[in-house]
């Protein structure tokens, strides 16, 4: 039973929604990651390969032999950035992501500065070119701090990717005024991947904004808002529905012997049950009225057997209410025409449903506290069912309306 201060027994326990915001930043930031791994991965494997093959054939580089841990270096390397990329692959490695974001760098920091050192030994009085490699692969080291949306990471490889080329600079003895200006173009590539994690944390915290909306929108609804927003405010779109509109009896007097803050917990859960049963029949909800819910069926995500849904979703919903609430529920569903769009000024907008289908299944909701039963199905939304069977109560009056409508309920 939903109490106050309580969850729904057998209920999965459901992330805060900081909760789940926070995981899709997370998310988000492992996302890049694994692409920058697989580059790693790739770069360093060509490396080896190239390593090993001038190991071998020394000639190639016009030299009569070169020291096997340049090679030997390379394949570690390309072990390394295998297994982190394996890591990152893994369906928790968001929750080691701060971890693995702090021990990255520094690997990527240590294998270049044992590359310095090896490739001073080896090729550095012949080779002295080797040090414009030695420069892009700092300005690597700095600019991949960006992904990882936040500026201190940037920092961090920024000075590590400095600190390195000053260390070849002085292993390679290289004339002052050059070792300067590749600190600048490094740190210039510092403040770039500084500039590129501005653009990658808005990134992120767009995509929570879109888990957010979607706490209150249609799945579409948000994938417009932010991928084609001039078609959201345009006209709003005819469509076919079933609206289900729900409401608790004697809510009223059994608030009044409860806290506003419990009052409050007993309908967030109570609400929040609804709202998943709807959604898992392929529903939204339009609107919560305290206790009370509208729930669309049809729009703005076209479905042929929305009826079919719809009394779906009311079956469940009286089946999960009896047995985890102490009071009874009302129940109406009207099938028909309605036009979906936003409502509202400028400064105001509001995604809504308005048509007379909306109407009618607000009337048969409250004519179910005048008969013995807890669900009345229009006419209309029992044609549109084509593989559920339903039991004829016969024509009723519905207030507002001159005409009377046949009202179905379930057979049982």
Known sequence: MIQPNSTRPGAPATPSIQTAVHQVIAKESLSNELKVAHVKVVVVLISSILDVLVFFFPHLIDQASVSPTVALLSMTACTIYTGLLVSLKHPAAWRWLP????????VDSLLIGLFITNIARALGDSQPQIITNIAAFCCLLAVSGGIRIRRQASAITTVLALANFTYAA????LNPAVAVFAL????GSGLMGMLTADIVSRQGKNEAGRLLMQQFLP???VEAAFETPTELIEAPTAFDVTIMMTDLRGFTHYAEKLEPAAVFEFLNQFQGLLSTIVEDHDGWVSTFMGDGMM???????VLNNHAEN???AAKTILSEVQHCCPLPIGIGLHSGSIVAGCLGTDGHLEFSVI??????????????????YALLISQATHQRLTSLSLKPLGEMPIRGRDEHIQVFVLPN
């Open 219 to 221: 799945a579409n609804v």
């Open 355 to 372: 048509g007379d289908t909306v109407n009618v299944a607000s009337r048969l909701e409250s004519l179910t506290k005048e008969v013995d």
């Open 184 to 187: 600048f173009t490094i740190l």
């Open 99 to 106: 971890k693995l974001q702090l021990i990255i760098p520094l």
């Open 310 to 312: 719809a009394v779906q």
């Open 170 to 173: 002085f292993l390679f003895q």
């Open 295 to 301: 729930a669309v069926f049809g729009a703005p995500k």
